[in-house]
């Protein structure tokens, strides 16, 4: 999955990022609001990770303007500034849960994979569907009760597509959940992952949608 984390903080970015990237996640990093509010205008988010306090635009600034545009990406707010009063400013304006400085980055790790997993309209904390069972907070699968070894993309490919099951995910898609900018895509990296899921799990868990993209269906069966 890819978040965007709004920090100016130096230390405390490289650190979040890092942590986050260790967590599985795709990270891209904005130190300032007004860098923040073109990325989150214009490039797909599952989650972001806002600070209040920024330089050239407040962080209540770039929240205001998001809802604005009724973008739902989920909001975590990670701030020194933790009265009761920051916590309710913070959350009337749209964002989705609050975190403290200092703070835990498991936890924080954490509240981003509850956030993602209930905007994608799923209660429960491990995805399953047609015998494949799959962890975020452990980053490990399943298959009918046999451990399967994915790397890092692979893995985060099947994450995408059991979030979304039911939906047709493009290529474009896809590519853009899985990597940062800055990270070499190759051309045919979707394709691949998808061919090694295929091996590893079974042929017919991923379908094809000829000229669209790829689906899970809901209800799918081994």
């Not at 604005?68 to 020194?80: E, G, M």
């Not at 509850?114 to 494949?132: H, N």
């Not at 046999?146 to 898609?173: C, D, W, Y």
């Amino acid at each position: 999955m890819r978040v965007l984390v709004i920090e100016d903080d130096t230390l405390l970015g490289d650190a979040i990022q890092a942590g986050l990237k260790q967590s599985g996640y795709a990270v891209d990093w904005m130190k300032d609001g007004v860098s923040a509010d073109h990325a989150l205008g214009t490039e797909p988010y599952a989650a972001a990770v806002l600070d209040l306090g920024l330089p050239r635009m407040s962080g209540q600034e770039v929240l205001r303007r998001l809802r604005s545009r009724n973008d739902p990406i989920p909001v975590l707010i990670l701030t020194a500034m933790d009265t009761v009063d920051d916590r309710i400013k913070g959350l009337d304006a749209g964002a989705d849960d609050y975190l403290a400085k200092p703070f835990d980055m498991g936890e924080l790790a954490a509240r981003l994979r509850a956030l993602i997993r209930r905007a994608s309209g799923k209660a429960a904390p491990e995805l399953k569907i047609a015998g494949v069972k799959l962890d975020p907070a452990a980053h490990r699968v399943f298959y009918r009760d046999q451990v399967i070894e994915l790397p890092a993309k692979e893995f985060a490919v099947l994450h995408a597509l059991m979030l979304n099951t039911g939906r047709v995910l493009s290529r474009a898609q896809i590519e853009e959940q899985l990597y940062a900018w800055g990270e070499e895509v190759e051309s045919n990296a979707v394709e691949v992952y998808i061919h090694h899921l295929r091996r590893k799990l079974f042929p017919g868990l991923i379908e094809t949608i000829r000229g669209v993209g790829y689906l899970i269906p809901e209800g799918k069966n081994a």
